[in-house]
Every structure is written in structure tokens, then in C-alpha cells.
């Protein structure tokens, strides 16, 4: 961390959709290592990031002055993105390897089944903002906000629901290399996720100072790749970042557009 200072203020990206306490600042101060809670935790600090960037795109929509609509398009399409980045690993890598550890082919089912429950909603949001290519005058923020408000229910429930479902294969403890596993889909993400879009966006989203800092040195990459990702990879697309919910240090910074 540098000297950044964390920045209090009425209109952040904490809300209008509430963030997830996560399992181990829940339990409280203690020395337990559990893999399943660390897991379940971090997963948590992912899906904040998410609802994070989320919320910067809900807060800021009707207030983007129109020669901000290019960029803040492009950002919004960087928060979709990142999450279907994120749930392709998670049915493609990441549940089909603890399935096969456990023997249990179909057990995160319902976890799939509640990515479907919103991806309707998703597509709807990313044709939008596809649409406006070389007419992003016409972006509506009203409009964007009603498709947002049409699918997050069930992201948030979905959200939610898996924290609980990973806390859940603890059952599984001698089978289940979950600490392992995790570890793996975390590397996957980090060298495959688009590198000037997600890449950045879950960085400028991911506030270290949360939770009292409880997760300010996750994820466990090398210091220099951290800074590149911050520093570097969003060298292409300059104009999107000023929307990010953080600074380039993971400290909240004050929304560019708060209204």
C-alpha cells in the first residue's frame, strides 16, 4: 500500500445493491485456517468486486455528460465481461474439477442453474450497449438502469447463495483439495482474463481497505504484476478507468460522477 488515504462519502459504489460481509470477518478474530472458509471468503472479496462495479455503473449512469459516453459505455461492457469471464471459468475449470475430486458429477448444478437465472438480463444489458457503437449519443442511462434492475435480484441471490454452497464442501474435506483448486482458478483468471478490459476493471473495483483490510494482500500475485496490471494494461483505454469504484492502490476513491 502506498499513502493513498481512503476517501468517506455519501455516494459510493457500496450501494444501491448491498455488498456481502464475507464468512471470515463474519466468525470474527481467530486463528482458523479452515481452506473452506478462506475460500468461500475470497470468493466473497470476487463477487463484491463485482457488485462494486456494479453499483459505480448504476450511481454514475444518469449523471455521464455526453462526451463521457464513449468511455463510460466501454467501462459498463468491461463489468459484463469481467462477470461472464468469471462464471465461463467457474462451469468450464473450476466446478467440473471439484466434481471430479469429490465424485460427484452434477453437484454444482444449482450453481449453473442460477447463472442461467439471470444471463437473460445479461444479454439484454451487453446488446444495449453493443447497439450504441458509433452512436453513443443516444445512450439512455434510464433505460440501462431498468435492465440492471430487471436481473439483479437474481445475481443477488446468486451472489449470495454460492458463498454458502462453498462454505458447504467442507463435508468433503479429505477429498476436496478445495485450497488447491481455488489457488488454480485464481491463476486461470489472472493470465486469461481480457487484458485490457476485465483484467483491469476487477483491480479498479477490488477495494483492499475492506473489511478493515482484511484481504489487502489478496490476491497473492507478485507485487510488479499487480502494478502492471493496474499501471499498465489500462494504458488502452485511459477514459474508462476515472469510473472505477478505487484508485490504482485498491483504496475507494470518490465516484467521477456521483450526481
Not at 188 to 200: D, I, N
Amino acid at each position: 500500500m502506498t499513502g493513498s488515504t481512503p476517501v468517506k462519502q455519501q455516494q459510493w459504489a457500496d450501494g444501491p445493491f448491498p455488498l456481502i460481509e464475507t464468512p471470515k470477518h463474519k466468525q470474527g478474530p481467530t486463528n482458523n485456517t479452515d481452506p473452506y472458509m478462506e475460500t468461500a471468503s475470497t470468493m466473497c472479496v470476487v463477487h463484491n468486486t463485482l457488485l462494486r462495479g456494479l453499483n459505480s455503473i448504476y450511481v454514475q449512469g444518469p449523471h455521464i455528460k455526453p462526451e463521457d459516453y464513449k468511455d463510460f459505455i466501454g467501462y459498463s461492457l468491461c463489468w459484463h465481461s469481467t462477470l461472464h469471464e468469471h462464471h465461463t471459468s467457474e462451469e468450464e475449470q473450476f466446478f467440473p474439477e471439484i466434481e471430479e475430486a469429490v465424485g460427484e458429477k452434477g453437484l454444482l448444478d444449482g450453481s449453473v442453474e442460477e447463472h442461467n437465472s439471470f444471463q437473460a438480463g445479461l444479454d439484454e444489458f451487453s446488446s444495449y450497449l453493443e447497439s450504441l457503437a458509433g452512436k453513443e449519443s443516444k445512450f439512455d442511462a434510464t433505460h440501462l438502469n431498468k435492465i440492471i434492475d430487471s436481473f439483479v435480484p437474481a445475481l443477488n441471490n446468486h451472489l449470495k447463495s454460492e458463498i454458502q454452497c462453498l462454505l458447504a464442501l467442507a463435508q468433503y474435506r479429505e477429498k476436496l483439495p478445495i485450497a488447491r483448486l481455488w489457488d488454480r482458478e485464481g491463476f486461470r483468471s489472472v493470465t486469461s482474463m481480457t487484458k485490457f478490459g476485465a483484467l483491469p476493471f476487477f483491480f479498479l473495483n477490488l477495494d483492499l481497505t475492506a473489511e478493515g483490510g482484511l484481504y489487502k494482500d489478496w490476491p497473492a500475485i507478485p507485487a510488479p504484476v499487480k502494478w502492471a496490471i493496474t499501471h499498465v494494461t489500462t494504458i488502452p483505454h485511459q477514459g474508462y478507468w476515472k469510473f472505477a469504484s478505487c484508485d490504482r492502490n485498491g483504496v475507494p476513491k470518490p465516484l467521477y460522477a456521483p450526481g
